[in-house]
T-cell receptor, first 114, second 113 residues
Framework: DAGVIQSPRHEVTEMGQEVTLRCKPI?????LFWYRQTMMRGLELLIY????????DSGMPEDRFSAKMPNASFSTLKIQPSEPRDSAVYFC????????????FGPGTRLTVL | AQSVTQPDIHITVSEGASLELRCNYS??????LFWYVQSPGQGLQLLLK??????LVQGIKGFEAEFKRSQSSFNLRKPSVHWSDAAEYFC???????????FGTGTRLQVFP
């Protein structure tokens, strides 16, 4: 099993540019989670999907952030326009769908906004 | 509101020494409890989880954790630490009425030879 795949692994962009992060969950998993990790705020859940439907987006910081899951094997997290304070490591995780199921994390995307 | 507290930001131990990482939670009922480990530059990996039953839970890599309801704690232990255990450790709770996890701020473990 390839595990959760995220791309790109590193992204450096300038303030004001659009950034798109991509995630391919483990095949057969029904839930997908987007997290952000920073030194100041730790690991925060941004949004999660179940069966491709957004269930809880209360962690999305503001309207500049959006996430989609057009099918069971692909999700995107978009930031438009990006700001320096968005610099962080963004993780995608997937699970079978119950809280008791293990969440499997991808390697993360390190985003730097200059 | 539900919360998770990991009081120790950074712990240093010698290889071969025992380890205990603390985790306290605040929640009205007993939530689901998890410990994850993050090695440098990598994503998080589940070490163990507790839902109910035996309060002493065994996990991977020789780790165990004990749930203590009276103390609202779920501390992680290992009898003998290896240099490869150097990483950041996260405690997380899963409230019963939701699928999402709430993570603590993490404890960074450093192991000296």
């Amino acid at each position: 099993d390839a595990g959760v795949i995220q791309s790109p692994r590193h992204e450096v962009t300038e303030m004001g540019q659009e950034v798109t992060l991509r995630c391919k969950p483990i095949s057969g998993h029904n839930s997908l989670f987007w997290y952000r990790q920073t030194m100041m705020r730790g690991l925060e859940l941004l949004i999660y999907f179940n069966n491709n439907v957004p269930i809880d987006d209360s962690g999305m910081p503001e309207d500049r952030f959006s996430a989609k899951m057009p099918n069971a094997s692909f999700s995107t997290l978009k930031i438009q326009p990006s700001e320096p304070r968005d610099s962080a490591v963004y993780f995608c995780a997937s699970s079978l769908g119950q809280i008791t199921d293990t969440q499997y994390f991808g390697p993360g995307t390190r985003l730097t906004v200059l | 509101a539900q919360s998770v507290t990991q009081p120790d930001i950074h712990i240093t131990v010698s290889e071969g020494a025992s380890l205990e990482l603390r985790c306290n939670y605040s929640y009205g009922a007993t939530p689901y409890l998890f410990w994850y480990v993050q090695s440098p530059g990598q994503g998080l990996q589940l070490l163990l989880k507790y839902f109910s039953g035996d309060t002493l839970v065994q996990g991977i890599k020789g780790f165990e954790a004990e749930f203590k309801r009276s103390q609202s704690s779920f501390n992680l232990r290992k009898p003998s630490v290896h240099w490869s255990d150097a990483a950041e450790y996260f405690c997380a709770v899963g409230p019963l009425n939701t699928d999402k996890l709430i993570f603590g701020t993490g404890t960074r473990l450093q192991v000296f030879p």
